[in-house]
């Protein structure tokens, strides 16, 4: 595990201040702040989804779907109505039909990956990965994880007795340490869904090749071929969604954190899991081994895919904070 547990003993102060994450800790010390000791019971029906980000996550997912279910109308299309590949000789449109197996298959995959192309990427393949990541139509939905994540940090400082100006925020996220550590998420997002799409168009090669050997006909082998889109493709993809909506949620809270640390006020993260009964042992472990430095944090969540576990700062002095 990347974080670090603070567990030194250290003298306790003759106050505590909450901690609102729910779990009871040791007296520790964080930063220059006061030693706490504290514990702050939650109800558990509150927790299914400490981010927040449930619809998002859910919109994500059905833009990936979408599109990728355009792909399998595209394909049922040309393979069966058009019979692309004259396995019944019923049109003369014959996309496919060049002299040699490997020539009709080389053919469907040019133009598989012209699709991709326009509905996956929206025609960025072209441009080189970078710029193409930064432009990617994903990066609304990972950026709108990315405010949350700041304005749920926000609000927590706040509550702490922290103060900060209204437009925090948005100002803040156009400053290079936030605008380059979302950049690493659009990039990282970005490779993600490139290799699903390369491995989907592996084995949609492969199983095409199999299916004209085999000689099917245009039905099996556009529902074989479909099966491939779905189970490789929108499986990932989704999955893909869930992740990076997680990832960018825990780490603009740790950069807000970072923002407050920087001006001396000390602070550290617990790991809040989603409290209920599908919280896995890999999350439950990470929770107890907290409270993490921010620095230590970073990266940690999601611990998995499908993790719904998010950040809640542990702040020891919170009039001291001034985020702006």
């Not at 609102?20 to 939650?42: D, E, K, M």
């Not at 979408?66 to 396995?87: A, C, Q, S, V």
């Not at 019944?88 to 060049?98: E, H, M, P, S, W």
């Amino acid at each position: 595990m990347r974080g670090v547990k603070m567990n030194k003993p250290l003298r306790t102060s003759s106050f505590a201040l909450p901690c609102t994450c729910g779990h009871s800790h040791p007296s520790q010390r964080l930063g220059q702040g006061v030693a706490f000791n504290v514990s702050v019971a939650r109800p558990r029906s509150t927790l299914v989804d400490p981010t927040k980000t449930t619809q998002l996550r859910r919109r994500f997912e059905a833009d990936f779907i979408r599109r990728f279910r355009k792909i399998i109308k595209h394909i049922k299309n040309e393979i069966i109505e058009l019979d692309g590949f004259d396995l019944n000789g019923v049109t003369t449109n014959r996309r496919f039909d060049f002299p040699t197996d490997q020539a009709k298959v080389a053919g469907f995959m040019s133009w598989l990956q012209t699709e991709v192309d326009a509905e996956i990427f929206n025609g960025t393949l072209v441009s080189p990965r970078f710029v193409a990541a930064q432009n990617s139509w994903m990066n609304t939905y990972i950026q709108t994880a990315y405010r949350r994540g700041m304005a749920t940090s926000l609000a927590e400082v706040r509550k702490a007795g922290g103060k900060a100006t209204a437009t925090y925020v948005q100002d803040a996220f156009l400053r290079p340490v936030h605008a380059d550590r979302a950049g690493i998420i659009y990039s990282r997002a970005y490779e993600g869904l490139a290799n699903i799409t390369t491995e989907m168009s592996k084995q949609v090669s492969e199983v095409l090749g199999q299916g004209l050997l085999n000689g099917s006909n245009p039905e099996v082998l556009a529902r074989q071929i479909v099966n491939r889109v779905e189970k490789i493709s929108i499986t990932r993809a989704r999955m893909l969604a869930r992740t990076e909506a997680i990832a960018a949620h825990a780490e603009a809270k740790l950069n807000v954190y970072e923002d407050a640390n920087i001006q001396g006020v000390g602070l550290m993260s617990e790991l809040l899991t989603a409290g209920d009964d599908l919280v896995c042992e890999e999350c439950d472990a990470a929770s107890a081994a907290g409270p993490y430095e921010v620095a230590a944090a970073h990266g940690l969540i999601p611990l998995h895919p499908n993790c719904r576990c998010t950040w809640i700062p542990v702040i020891t002095s919170g009039k001291e904070i001034t985020l702006s």
